[in-house]
């Protein structure tokens, strides 16, 4: 899993094998050491209608709806990820992205079908 901060947004970025074992029922983590600080992420599929955030010093959880996740699933390959913005107690929104890596998708996948540039 990758993961990129910049501001309000967060973008968790995955291989298909990371993917794979997402929709297969297992929490994909990431660890991150750096001196005395340990910050951990994981990523969990669940039977919601809207993501959910759980996060404290060092720990952020996100929790996917699976319906969403499925969707998803069944457009890759494909660059543009799922987009959400959770509001948080202070009442700033922060953006999250969830995306499986375009180029690993399309080695594993191959290129997927082009539709005609005047297709709705």
């Not at 929490?27 to 951990?40: E, M």
């Not at 990523?43 to 996060?55: C, S, T």
Request: aromatic share 6%; with cysteine; charged share 25%.
């Amino acid at each position: 899993m990758k993961l990129q901060l910049q501001g309000q947004r967060v973008r968790f970025r995955l291989e298909e094998a990371e993917f794979s074992a997402l929709r297969g029922g297992q929490t994909v983590s990431n660890h991150t050491c750096a001196g005395a600080v340990d910050f951990h992420q994981s990523l969990r599929l669940e039977e919601v209608a809207q993501p959910g955030l759980d996060a404290s010093a060092g720990h952020w959880q996100l929790t996917l709806p699976r319906a969403a996740v499925e969707a998803y699933a069944g457009q890759l390959p494909c660059r543009q990820g799922l987009e959400f913005a959770l509001r948080q107690k202070s009442g700033e929104l922060l953006q999250v992205v969830f995306e499986v890596d375009v180029r690993d998708s399309v080695r594993t996948r191959g290129a997927g079908r082009r539709l005609p540039a005047d297709a709705p």
